[in-house]
């Protein structure tokens, strides 16, 4: 499988990374095996033809869990710039919970990449080519979110932290988060400081929150805009506002809806199929494909 076969090369490429820790899966479900659901591993497909049709390479951060996985179901060449399965791998549970910090593996392993490149969330799909819309920042970020109308930015008096834990005094409380889904990172120094600044929250911090959501967003989401804004790093945005039509389609709020709606669910595996059998019609010798063909179309 060779970007030949989806189509025209772009004029720019930017290599982007997907990252799957399938640690919080197997912890949250400990007597069943590893599997992606399937409109899961839809949008993962679409999404990296997509972005080598498009825009560049893209490379896999995984685990052994996740490359076993994903060699059983054969679709380890869905990403041509390669797999890591060793970095998420060193994370260890006995500091970082899994639980708790459920989307840590992105900090770990974009610390390991060197800019230029992208961070993609395997739940979003980009159709058009936007490295050149990105390479004259140093930071881009998928749009902005609000802390006053986002009930999951909390103040800091009410996050968990470990006793030792302080934060950096430059750092500006009323800064709005970036939604972090697609992130484009043009900068290295800032790239190791927000990871440092992210890890270091993390690291030991223990104590279960009411809910699941907060730790992680100030973590990758919030810690983003401040790092940024005191390093005097402007962010730029790829769209103005979460629904802007803009060639970008991430599906994080219709796969939950999906969840509880059989109907929905099967009419958004059948959307992403039909997007696959029309853009990219090879794929369909994958066969994961095949099989999600049958199921849905």
């Keep these: 499988m060779t970007d030949e076969d989806y189509g025209v090369m772009p004029p720019q490429r930017i290599p982007a990374v997907h990252i799957n820790w399938t640690l919080p899966f197997r912890v949250r479900n400990p007597r069943v095996d590893y599997y992606v659901e399937d409109q899961e591993l839809l949008s993962t497909i679409l999404s990296a033809l997509l972005w080598r049709k498009l825009n560049g390479p893209i490379k896999l951060y995984t685990d052994p869990v996740g490359l076993k996985y994903y060699q059983r179901i054969q679709l380890l060449d869905l990403w041509d710039g390669g797999i890591d399965d060793q970095t998420l791998a060193g994370i260890s549970p006995q500091h970082i919970d899994p639980e708790i910090f459920w989307a840590a593996g992105k900090l770990f392993a974009v610390r390991q990449e060197k800019a230029p490149f992208f961070m993609m969330d395997t739940d979003l799909m980009v159709w058009r080519p936007i490295c050149q819309l990105a390479a004259p920042h140093r930071l881009m970020a998928l749009h902005r979110e609000s802390l006053a109308t986002v009930e999951c930015y909390i103040p800091f008096h009410l996050l968990k932290t470990r006793p030792d834990y302080l ?13 972090t889904a697609l992130v484009y990172f043009g900068d290295d120094t800032f790239l190791q400081q927000y990871t440092a600044s992210a890890i270091n929250f993390m690291t030991d911090n223990l104590e279960r929150p009411m809910e699941m959501v907060s730790q992680m967003v100030f973590a990758e989401q919030r810690l983003f805009a401040m790092v940024a804004k ?5 962010v730029a945005t790829f769209l103005d506002y979460p629904e802007q039509e803009c060639g970008i389609t991430h599906i994080w709020g219709a796969k939950a809806e999906a969840r509880s709606n059989p109907a929905g669910y099967r009419a958004l595996c059948a959307e992403m199929c039909r997007a696959l059998q029309l853009c990219f019609p090879q794929s369909l010798e994958l066969p994961v494909v095949n099989d999600l063909m049958k199921k849905y179309m």
């Design 167 to 179: 934060p950096n005094p430059l750092w500006d409380w009323e800064e709005d988060p970036f939604n």
């Design 230 to 234: 005191a390093s005097e790093i402007p």
